[in-house]
């Protein structure tokens, strides 16, 4: 799938046409929060701890669209909030002098939120339930902010994608968390990248590797669904594993400045050092992403301790290369002016600006649907994680239109996030076993 100019700087122009409008301060968005976790939250911390963009990813979605509206001269009132565990939800309210009782809980918590008096939607719960909770925010005529990534397998990237045409039908806003996409950093390059600066790209590298991730133990009171929600990165069910949540930031690039989405993934994947007993995802990833015409990207995601960490997104051209949000180098040795006016009223902490986009896409009446690119974004690590998990070659087309393929609803779960919702007895994956792919 392909990505036009204006689908790159919709961001920029929806924030530099803002200002005509921006000056009313007594504009005030009602805003409903679904997920109180560090993703959520702001004074909670970060879920991975990380630094992005300058901020720690844990600020919150309810703290960075606040700071996003004071940017722009407006307000977002926090009018309810909902947690599977209601506690978080009553915290939130509380912190934000909203009344309890507009706090909610449990896996249905959600579709109060929906129905209370609000203008948009901030879906902060973990990736499996994404998909059934914009459906629900988009039939209620909510504008959305949905974390990434926007599921965790075939069948709910085609919920999603279905959700976001129903979206563009009622020109309502879908934000994603692909922040990148706002920061200067990226919107300077993404133009003379585009514009043939590295000539065309022949090959790139992704990197998303870190330490282990945080682990809650089982409470004597947790249900399998509490479990499970409370350590949701640690289930493939649950998370889509590393690629498909963490690695998507840095494959997002990769898509957006080649301009496509690769057709087809090979991949491998293994369990060496997680604690036996905790969750049955991979501790590291390999993909190989085939982009066609000759272009693959190799991506690579790891969680232990005590390796080396690289992170990033590298495309090498013919005439150049590029290290997406550093530098732009030509073999040549000429320099390679950015693009300025990108960036003009701008800064670099995406965490705030994918806000700032949003909020003024609504006040101008230019609702901004990102829905499609985080979705295909999302595809691409489905696929890598389907094509490392089960040892063979998945194609776009096997996860989204060959209804025929093996791969189309990847694999059966023990449960979706509507079992979440019908129950507390959800079934609980065998833990400390990651499925091994191929034959013995």
């Not at 990165?233 to 498909?244: A, L, P, R, V």
């Not at 776009?396 to 694999?411: C, P």
Request: aromatic share 8%; net charge positive; charged share 20%.
């Amino acid at each position: 799938m392909e990505f036009s100019r204006r689908q790159f700087m919709v961001g920029a122009g929806a924030l530099a046409a803002a200002p005509a409008v921006l000056g009313d301060a007594k504009k005030v968005f009602k805003v409903g929060l679904v997920g109180c976790g560090g993703r959520g939250c702001q004074w909670r911390g970060g879920v991975c701890g990380q630094m992005v963009d300058g901020a720690w990813r844990g600020g919150g979605a309810i703290h960075d669209i606040s700071q996003a509206a004071r940017r722009l001269g407006c307000r977002v009132q926090l009018v309810a909030a909902a947690d599977f565990d209601r506690q978080r939800a009553v915290d939130v309210c509380r912190r934000y002098g909203v009344d309890e009782k507009m706090a909610f809980g449990g896996a249905n918590g959600y579709k109060d939120v929906v129905a209370a008096d609000c203008d948009i939607v901030l879906l902060c719960t973990p990736p499996l339930f994404r998909a059934r909770q914009a459906a629900a925010c988009v039939a209620a005529g909510r504008h959305i902010f949905a974390e990434k990534p926007v599921a965790t397998d075939p069948r709910g990237l085609r919920a999603f994608l279905k959700t976001v045409a129903d979206a563009k039908a009622k020109n309502l806003s879908i934000l994603s968390g692909t922040l990148h996409r706002h920061s200067n950093r990226f919107l300077r390059q993404i133009g003379p990248v585009r514009a043939g600066a590295i000539g065309r790209i022949v090959a790139g590298r992704v990197y998303r590797c870190h330490g282990a991730m945080w682990v809650h133990p089982r409470r004597p009171t947790d249900t399998n669904a509490s479990y499970l929600a409370n350590n949701w990165y640690h289930f493939w069910e649950m998370s889509g594993d590393q690629i498909t949540e963490q690695a998507i930031h840095e494959i997002d690039l990769a898509n957006w400045f080649i301009g496509r989405t690769p057709v087809s993934a090979l991949g491998m994947g293994a369990r060496w050092r997680r604690p036996a007993g905790i969750g049955n995802i991979y501790d590291e990833l390999a993909i190989d992403y085939d982009y066609g015409e000759g272009l693959h990207v190799a991506a690579w995601g790891r969680h232990v301790n005590g390796c080396a960490n690289p992170l990033g997104t590298r495309l090498v051209g013919s005439e150049g290369e590029i290290s997406v949000g550093g530098r732009i180098r030509r073999f040549d040795g000429r320099p390679v002016a950015e693009d300025a006016a990108a960036a003009a009223g701008r800064d670099d902490n995406g965490l705030v600006m994918e806000h700032a986009d949003f909020l003024s896409g609504l006040l101008t009446g230019h609702p901004v649907n990102e829905g499609e690119q985080v979705a295909m974004s999302t595809a691409t690590c489905v696929m890598g994680t389907l094509a490392a998990y089960s040892g063979r070659q998945v194609k776009m087309a096997d996860i989204l239109t060959n209804g025929k393929s093996e791969f189309y609803d990847g694999w059966n779960a023990a449960f979706t996030a509507q079992t979440f919702e019908e129950t507390d007895d959800v079934p609980l994956p065998r833990e400390g076993f990651g499925i091994v792919p191929g034959k013995a």
